[in-house]
C-alpha cells in the first residue's frame, strides 16, 4: 500500500543540517517506511496458516488484516501533526519500536485475540512512519529538484517493501513457521529504530499546526463501526442488532465527523477541496479504485492460502505479481507523467486491473497451478503501477499549486480508507455466497444424512472456511470440495465485485475529468480559493 503525502511535506521549520546528516536521514526514513510496508502486507502470505494454526472462524481472518489497517488509516494524518509538533525523530523512533513490539506480541500469540493485538499495535507503529518519513525527507531538501528526488526515493523504498514482504513471509512460512516471520521483521524494527536513533536529524513546524480532536475521534468511531458492520454481517446477519446498530453508528459518527471538521480551526480532512468537481471525481476514484486493488490481494490471499491450502512461498508469487511491478515500472511511470496526460495513464490502469480481476473471477478453484495466474494478476499488478502513480499527479492537478499538499493528505486518507475496505467487503461478499452455496450444495448432494449433518455443524460455528479446513478423513471432511466449490464461487464473486469497481472507476476517469491537464494549476480561480491561505502549507 502506498502511503500519504502528508501535509506535513512543506515543513516551515526544515532540517538544517550538513549534507552527510540529510544523507543519513534521508537513508533511515527510506529504511523505516520500507520496514513499515513489511510489516503491512506480509501477513497476507500466511493466511493459510493462521487457518491452519488458529483455527479463526467466521469473520475472523478478515480481522486479521484490517486490525493493522484501520489505525493506519485513521490515525496517520494525525501522527503527522504529532511531528509537526513535537518533532519528527521521536515518532521515527517510536513507530519503530513499538513495530517491534507488536511483532513480538503477534510472534506470541496462541490465539486470534492476541494476534489481533499485535496486529493493531503494528498498524500504530505504521501509522506513525507513513508520514513522518515522508515529512523528515521533504523537511531536509531545499530545492524542487532535490524535494523531488527524495519523494521518489521515498516511493521507491515503499515498493521495495511491498516486494519483499510476499518473500519474506513466503520464505519463513515454508521453511520455519508463521511466527519466525513477525520475530524477522521484529528483529528489522529493532535494527531499524537503532539506526533512526543515531543517524536520523530531527525537524519540526509547529506553526500553525494543532490537533483535531473532535475529527479524529468521530472519524475514528464512525470508521471502526462500519468496518466492524460490514466484516460481521454475514457471520452475525445483516438484521443483527450488533449489526444494525453498528452501521447507525458509523452514520451518525460519519455526520458528526462533518460538522466538527466545518468548526475546526485546523481540521483533519479539509472538505472545502470538495466543492472542486474535479477533486471530488478524483476522491470517488480513489477510494473505490483502491478498494477494488487491494480486495483482489486479500481474495487472493483466501484463494490460495486458505482455500487451496497452497503453502506461503507459493503464495507470495501471487503477491509479487500484484506488487512487484510497481516498484519495476517507477522509472517508465515517471517519464510518461511528464509526457502524458495522467488523467489517461490512470484510467488505463484502472481498466488493466478491472481486466485482471474480471479473467480471475473465471479461474476454476480446483486449479491450484501458478501458470493460470501469471497473466491476470500480472494485468493487476501493471494496472495497480500506474493508477496508483497517477492519482497524485491527478490530485496536484485538480487544484491550485498551494493546495496542492493539503489535497494530498486529503487524497492520502481516502486511498487508505479504500484499502480499508477492500478485505473487509469482499471478505462479506465472498464468505455470504459461499455459506448460501455451500448449504444448497450440502442439502442437495448423496452424501450420507450423518456426514451432512456434522458438516452443517462445522459450517455453522465456523462457516466454509471451517468446512474447507477439518481432516479429510473426519465425517464433515467428506464435504470439503462442497465447501471449497462453494468458497471458490463466492471469492470469484469477490473478484467480479472488484473488477466491476474498477471499471466504474475507469468509465468515471474517462467521462468526468476532461479539464485535467498534464501540468499543474496555477493560481488560477478555483472553487477552493475561499481556504484561508495561511491554513494551507506554503
Known amino acids: 500500500m502506498n ?16 549534507p552527510s546528516a540529510r544523507t543519513a536521514t534521508l537513508i533511515t526514513s527510506c529504511l523505516a517506511v520500507c520496514l513499515a510496508q513489511i510489516a503491512l502486507a506480509m501477513p497476507a502470505t500466511l493466511n493459510g496458516l493462521f487457518q491452519e494454526s488458529l483455527h479463526p472462524v467466521g469473520s475472523q481472518l478478515t480481522w486479521i488484516s484490517d486490525a493493522f489497517l484501520l489505525p493506519v488509516t485513521v490515525l496517520e494524518l494525525t501522527f503527522g501533526v504529532l511531528g509537526d509538533l513535537f518533532g519528527r525523530k521521536r515518532l521515527l523512533v517510536g513507530g519503530a519500536g513499538l513495530l517491534a513490539v507488536s511483532e513480538l506480541v503477534a510472534a506470541t500469540a496462541n490465539g486470534i485475540p492476541q494476534l489481533w493485538a499485535g496486529q493493531f499495535l503494528g498498524g500504530l507503529g505504521a501509522a506513525a512512519l507513513f508520514p513522518t518519513t515522508l515529512a523528515m525527507v521533504a523537511a531536509g531538501t531545499h530545492t524542487p529538484r532535490d524535494r523531488a528526488r527524495g519523494i521518489a526515493v521515498w516511493t521507491a523504498s515503499l515498493s521495495t517493501g511491498g516486494f519483499l514482504a510476499p518473500v519474506l513471509g513466503g520464505v519463513s512460512g515454508t521453511y520455519g513457521s508463521w ?9 528489522l524494527a529493532v535494527l531499524v529504530a537503532l539506526a533512526c536513533w543515531l543517524w536520523a536529524a530531527d525537524s519540526s513546524a509547529p506553526e500553525g499546526r494543532s490537533l483535531d480532536w473532535g475529527g479524529q475521534l468521530t472519524v475514528l468511531i464512525g470508521m471502526f463501526a462500519l468496518v466492524y458492520a460490514v466484516i460481521q454481517g454475514p457471520a452475525d446477519g445483516w438484521s443483527s442488532p450488533s449489526v444494525v446498530g453498528a452501521f447507525i453508528i458509523a452514520t451518525v459518527f460519519m455526520v458528526l465527523f462533518v460538522f466538527a471538521e466545518r468548526r475546526a480551526r ?15 471525481v478524483v476522491s470517488i476514484i480513489t477510494v473505490v479504485g483502491m478498494f477494488s486493488f487491494l480486495g483482489t490481494a486479500y481474495a487472493t490471499s483466501i484463494r490460495m492460502g486458505v482455500i487451496q491450502h497452497q503453502s506461503p512461498m507459493r503464495t507470495s508469487v501471487a503477491f509479487v505479481l500484484l506488487g512487484g511491478f510497481a516498484l519495476v515500472l517507477t522509472p517508465l511511470v515517471s517519464r510518461l507523467l511528464e509526457r502524458a496526460n495522467p488523467r489517461w495513464l490512470l484510467s488505463g490502469g484502472l481498466l488493466l486491473i478491472a481486466t485482471g480481476d474480471f479473467w480471475m473471477a473465471t479461474v476454476d478453484i480446483r486449479d491450484t497451478s501458478l501458470g493460470v495466474l501469471f497473466a491476470p494478476l500480472g494485468l493487476v499488478g501493471i494496472g495497480y503501477a500506474f ?19 493539503m489535497a494530498s493528505a486529503s487524497t492520502s486518507l481516502l486511498r487508505d480508507f479504500g484499502f480499508t475496505l477492500g478485505p473487509a467487503l469482499i471478505g462479506a461478499v465472498a464468505l455470504g455466497h459461499a455459506a448460501s452455496a455451500f ?26 472456511l471451517a468446512a474447507n479446513s477439518v481432516p479429510p478423513h473426519s465425517a464433515p471432511g467428506q464435504a470439503i470440495p462442497l465447501a471449497r466449490e462453494a468458497l ?3 471469492y470469484s464473486l469477490g473478484y467480479a465485485v472488484c473488477g466491476a469497481a474498477a471499471l466504474a472507476s475507469c468509465l468515471l476517469a474517462v467521462s468526468a475529468m476532461r479539464g485535467v491537464s498534464r501540468q499543474p494549476h496555477g493560481t488560477e480561480d478555483s472553487p477552493t480559493e475561499d481556504i484561508p491561505a495561511e491554513a494551507v502549507p506554503e
Open 488 to 490: 471458490g464461487q463466492g
Open 387 to 405: 493508477s496508483v502513480a497517477s492519482l497524485t499527479a491527478v490530485t496536484v492537478n485538480t487544484v491550485p499549486l498551494r493546495y496542492a499538499g
Open 179 to 187: 511466527k519466525i516471520s513477525f520475530v524477522i521483521v521484529a528483529a
Open 3 to 18: 502511503s500519504p503525502m502528508d501535509t506535513a511535506i512543506p515543513g516551515r521549520r526544515r532540517l538544517r543540517a550538513a
Open 439 to 464: 448449504r444448497s450444495g450440502l442439502t442437495a448432494s448423496s452424501l450420507d444424512p450423518a456426514v451432512k449433518t456434522a458438516a452443517a455443524e462445522v459450517a455453522h460455528t465456523g462457516g466454509p
Open 266 to 280: 485546523s481540521p483533519l480532512l479539509r472538505l472545502d477541496l470538495f466543492r472542486n468537481r474535479s477533486f471530488a
